[in-house]
């Protein structure tokens, strides 16, 4: 019996609470007397009784040497966060990096970005970098579950004595915990519930160069080549269960790793580079139209994309704004092909429609319109804080022209602010309210 609970009082560990409770036992019973000023010091009692305590006390020994053990450790980790600090400080290492990637004349500089898919992160950008009006941009940024992008784009550089402008892009984006919300019976009905979210990871890597040519009145036609690298993995986020498991290639087009797709397209725009609150009476319209062509393996994926977008803005008074915006987006496989899931047109909060999250709904066609107003707050110099209040709306099927329905019109409203605090930082702040309830959107850059 008494082996028996020997064995259980070791296993249990116990035991190692013994040496504690002795120290503490001993300080109860013994308290620690005060240390002398100095081994020599002598402390002596009145009365017949003196006596010389030369020695600590043992429980006071036990106590010093324990603690300084225990601390020695912590202590030596500080020493060396500070000498590092100090010697980044002595050496001006922070300034010399500033210096070196920031310039007075504004033609060189860093810039935080932050967006709830990709989280916080830097821009560097380099204006004139190989001819006038180039620009050179970098950027990182890492979130959760390690989602990562990182981007470098080179863009404006004139030819031809200034008759084409070129432009040469590469991104590489790690995307964690990217949201489906569909179901094995209807992957993308437009009455999904939230309930039937899953995720997945989205690796992606572009390449694009872009040719543009610039028109009067702010009109540009543009070409664009570029080539995409997908895979598609598991999703990381417990909470949800990983499309992966959901479905399968057959029943969810482009669900596998090694998707190459090579892209061509063109555009006609009309896109001011003026400010909002100059942009009064004045309309942009921005046309695009791709043909997407797998390359390697089963060569199973060949479609179409087109786009259309159409702004007005209709100043009223006092710098206050009303912007009316009306978008479509329609997607087509080539005959006996299909369309990855990823390529889909989307409408959510990030795209379009603010109130519902990330990759609410998927689909083939959207259409889809906002009413916005524009109003400032608060303007002190060449900064301002603008408010503005909006309701999106739209829809998304697979054939809208054959299955749009009033009841289907999905309807979102909400307000928001964006601000400029300093130059070239750019926040936005915005709440949207939907059918799936309220969501906070914040983007930085």
């Given at each position: 019996?008494?082996?028996?609970?020997?064995?259980?009082?070791?296993?249990?560990?116990?035991?190692?609470?013994?040496?504690?409770?002795?120290?503490?036992?001993?300080?109860?019973?013994?308290?620690?007397?005060?240390?002398?000023?100095?081994?020599?010091?002598?402390?002596?009692?009145?009365?017949?009784?003196?006596?010389?305590?030369?020695?600590?006390?043992?429980?006071?020994?036990?106590?010093?040497?324990?603690?300084?053990?225990?601390?020695?450790?912590?202590?030596?980790?500080?020493?060396?966060?500070?000498?590092?600090?100090?010697?980044?400080?002595?050496?001006?290492?922070?300034?010399?990096?500033?210096?070196?990637?920031?310039?007075?004349?504004?033609?060189?500089?860093?810039?935080?970005?932050?967006?709830?898919r990709q989280g916080p992160g830097l821009n560097f950008f380099q204006k004139n970098l190989l001819v006038y009006g180039s620009i050179l941009k970098l950027g990182a940024s890492v979130g959760l579950n390690q989602c990562q992008c990182y981007f470098g784009e080179l863009r404006q550089i004139k030819l031809f004595n200034d008759m084409l402008t070129a432009g040469f892009s590469a991104r590489y984006q790690n995307l964690a915990d990217e949201p489906f919300y569909g179901t094995l019976q209807s992957p993308f009905s437009p009455t999904t519930e939230k309930e039937n979210r899953s995720t997945y990871v989205h690796e992606q890597t572009r390449i694009d160069f872009h040719l543009n040519k610039d028109l009067q009145n702010n009109y540009r036609i543009g070409l664009s080549l570029g080539y995409d690298i997908n895979n598609i993995m598991s999703g990381r986020d417990d909470d949800y269960p990983s499309l992966t498991r959901l479905f399968s290639e057959n029943t969810l087009p482009g669900l596998t790793t090694g998707i190459n797709i090579a892209r061509i397209s063109l555009s006609f725009t009309n896109e001011s580079q003026q400010s909002i609150k100059n942009l009064g009476g004045k309309s942009e319209v921005n046309l695009v139209g791709g043909v997407y062509q797998q390359l390697g393996g089963r060569r199973e994926f060949s479609f179409s994309k087109?786009?259309?977008?159409?702004?007005?803005?209709?100043?009223?008074?006092?710098?206050?704004?009303?912007?009316?915006?009306?978008?479509?987006?329609?997607?087509r496989p080539f005959s006996h092909k299909s369309i990855p899931f990823y390529y889909?047109?989307?409408?959510?909060?990030?795209?379009?429609?603010?109130?519902?999250?990330?990759?609410?709904?998927?689909?083939?066609?959207?259409?889809?319109?906002?009413?916005?107003?524009?109003?400032?707050?608060?303007?002190?110099?060449?900064?301002?804080?603008?408010?503005?209040?909006?309701?999106?709306?739209?829809?998304?099927?697979?054939?809208?022209?054959?299955?749009?329905?009033?009841?289907?019109?999905?309807?979102?409203?909400g307000f928001g602010i964006d601000f400029q605090a300093l130059p070239g930082v750019k926040t936005m702040i915005g709440i949207g309210k939907s059918s799936d309830g309220i969501r906070l959107k914040f983007d930085l850059n």
């Amino acid at each position: 019996m008494a082996k028996h609970f020997f064995c259980c009082f070791c296993r249990s560990r116990l035991f190692i609470l013994i040496p504690g409770m002795l120290i503490f036992i001993s300080c109860i019973c013994n308290p620690i007397r005060a240390l002398p000023k100095n081994k020599s010091e002598k402390k002596v009692s009145t009365g017949n009784n003196s006596q010389i305590f030369e020695e600590r006390a043992a429980g006071e020994r036990v106590l010093y040497f324990s603690g300084k053990a225990f601390f020695t450790p912590f202590k030596f980790l500080s020493n060396q966060t500070r000498q590092i600090a100090e010697s980044f400080i002595h050496k001006k290492y922070v300034q010399q990096t500033i210096d070196l990637m920031t310039a007075d004349d504004g033609l060189r500089g860093i810039r935080p970005r932050f967006s709830s898919r990709q989280g916080p992160g830097l821009n560097f950008f380099q204006k004139n970098l190989l001819v006038y009006g180039s620009i050179l941009k970098l950027g990182a940024s890492v979130g959760l579950n390690q989602c990562q992008c990182y981007f470098g784009e080179l863009r404006q550089i004139k030819l031809f004595n200034d008759m084409l402008t070129a432009g040469f892009s590469a991104r590489y984006q790690n995307l964690a915990d990217e949201p489906f919300y569909g179901t094995l019976q209807s992957p993308f009905s437009p009455t999904t519930e939230k309930e039937n979210r899953s995720t997945y990871v989205h690796e992606q890597t572009r390449i694009d160069f872009h040719l543009n040519k610039d028109l009067q009145n702010n009109y540009r036609i543009g070409l664009s080549l570029g080539y995409d690298i997908n895979n598609i993995m598991s999703g990381r986020d417990d909470d949800y269960p990983s499309l992966t498991r959901l479905f399968s290639e057959n029943t969810l087009p482009g669900l596998t790793t090694g998707i190459n797709i090579a892209r061509i397209s063109l555009s006609f725009t009309n896109e001011s580079q003026q400010s909002i609150k100059n942009l009064g009476g004045k309309s942009e319209v921005n046309l695009v139209g791709g043909v997407y062509q797998q390359l390697g393996g089963r060569r199973e994926f060949s479609f179409s994309k087109i786009s259309a977008e159409f702004v007005r803005y209709f100043p009223t008074f006092s710098n206050q704004m009303f912007i009316a915006r009306f978008a479509g987006e329609f997607a087509r496989p080539f005959s006996h092909k299909s369309i990855p899931f990823y390529y889909l047109n989307k409408m959510d909060g990030h795209e379009n429609i603010r109130g519902f999250g990330r990759g609410r709904f998927y689909g083939t066609d959207l259409i889809w319109g906002s009413l916005e107003y524009r109003f400032p707050i608060l303007r002190h110099s060449n900064n301002c804080i603008n408010g503005m209040i909006f309701t999106d709306f739209g829809q998304i099927s697979q054939n809208i022209f054959r299955k749009f329905s009033e009841n289907r019109v999905k309807v979102t409203y909400g307000f928001g602010i964006d601000f400029q605090a300093l130059p070239g930082v750019k926040t936005m702040i915005g709440i949207g309210k939907s059918s799936d309830g309220i969501r906070l959107k914040f983007d930085l850059n």
